[in-house]
């Protein structure tokens, strides 16, 4: 599979961005699909993750309850949908795919979408 991430940009405090990620490649059903993001000067950290079925989702605690990942298998595409942002989100937030049901092992990882949230 492939991945390209998209949908970043500049948001002040508290606005919204939806962050999307299309996928190349029959099998994109198969794949648990995540969010993770490196901020600068910062090691890449998970944000968000969905099972293949969108069953199951699972957030870091610092976006939880602001954040929400889903997926459109029709479409071969994850979304991320990020509301009232702080300044802290500030990253570069990449699309991530892995056969298993945890992002262990083998991952691929989409190019990078740059979020920049103003105070």
């Known amino acids: 599979v492939q991945l390209q991430a998209s949908g970043g940009g500049l948001v002040q405090a508290g606005g919204s961005l939806r962050l999307s990620c299309a996928a190349s490649?029959?099998?994109?059903?198969?794949?648990?699909m995540g969010w993770f993001r490196q901020a600068p000067g910062k090691e890449r950290e998970f944000v968000a993750r969905i099972t293949w079925s969108g069953g199951n989702t699972n957030y870091a605690d610092s976006v939880k309850g602001r954040f929400t990942i889903s997926r459109d298998n029709a479409k071969n595409t994850v979304y991320l949908q990020m509301n009232s942002l702080k300044p802290e989100d500030t990253a570069v937030y990449y699309c991530?795919?892995?056969?298993?049901?945890?992002?262990?092992?083998?991952?691929?990882w989409g190019q990078g979408t740059l979020v920049t949230v103003s105070s």
């Open positions: 991530a795919a892995t056969e298993g049901a945890i992002f262990t092992g083998t991952i691929t």
């Open positions: 490649g029959r099998t994109f059903s198969t794949y648990t």
